[in-house]
């Protein structure tokens, strides 16, 4: 394949930029930001799922305190409704009498018993409560480190897509001026050697494959047309010939 000098080193110039789009490439997907929001994201979820498990108790502990309080009221009622039959004076049999004020008794003790039962879930219902206020101000402060975190890395991908842009622009006026042919072929190659499929020979050195050439093939690049493309022998990129060659 032959091609102009100059075309030649056009396409160093595409090599540059598509290098170029390669490193904004990288450094859009290596942002600390990604890392940041992943790790906080994790925190975020782990915290919400505690969150949720004491927002569960703290509502299954009301309810246990709703029914003990019930309970209670029950037991101070039927309390109540047997102190004023006695008080009242309409039981008169000895053995009746007897047994109100026993039940009476009993009922002081049930009420006791049960109002110590309401006393004991209200403070692990204050507990729970605590917690679900700890954990929902940690859930607060870690989304604001998200949000912010999100934010710097929306900006910083902003601005590395609209160099990217940029770049791709400039690549593609580059890109036009190049045969096609020759474009073609620079394509294929970048793909099979990572992303570079031209290199400058500079100082009897493939800037590719950073290997020198040996006598042989210096002398055959010295003995080659001017318009000749020709190739590295070691890593088989497109070798272009510069006025820094050292030929």
């Known amino acids: ?30 942002l600390p930001e990604h890392a940041e929001i992943d790790s906080l994201s994790s925190d975020l979820a782990q915290l919400r799922d505690l969150l949720i498990a004491s927002q569960t108790e703290e509502s299954d502990t009301a309810r246990e305190q709703t029914k003990a309080e019930q309970d209670v009221d029950q037991v101070r009622q039927r309390a109540a409704r047997n102190q004023q ?23 002081a003790k049930r009420q006791g018993d049960l109002e110590d039962i309401v006393l004991e879930v209200m403070e692990r219902r204050e507990t729970v409560q605590g917690r679900v206020a700890e954990l929902s101000d940690r859930v607060s402060a870690v989304q604001a480190k998200a949000d912010d975190a999100t934010a710097r890395r929306d900006a910083a991908t ?6 990217a842009a940029s770049v791709a622009k400039e690549r593609a006026v580059v890109a036009a001026s190049v045969p096609a042919d020759l474009l073609k072929l ?10 570079v499929g031209a290199a400058r020979l500079y100082q009897r050195s493939c800037e590719g494959c950073r290997l ?18 020709l190739r590295c022998d070691n890593c088989r990129r497109i070798l272009v010939r510069t006025a820094e060659s050292g030929l």
């Open 186 to 195: 620079y394509e294929k190659l970048r793909e099979q050697q990572g992303g």
């Open 85 to 107: 039959r006695l008080d009242s004076g309409a039981i008169t049999s000895p053995k009746d009498l007897e047994n109100l004020q026993r039940e009476i008794a009993s009922l």
């Open 158 to 163: 902003k601005e590395l897509d609209e160099e």
């Open 212 to 229: 020198e050439l040996n006598i042989t093939e210096i002398n055959e690049v010295k003995a080659a047309s001017p318009d000749a493309v």
């Open 1 to 30: 394949m032959n091609a102009a000098p100059a075309d030649q080193i056009r396409l160093l110039d595409v090599q540059a930029l598509d290098l170029r789009l390669a490193q904004l490439a990288h450094r859009r997907k290596s």
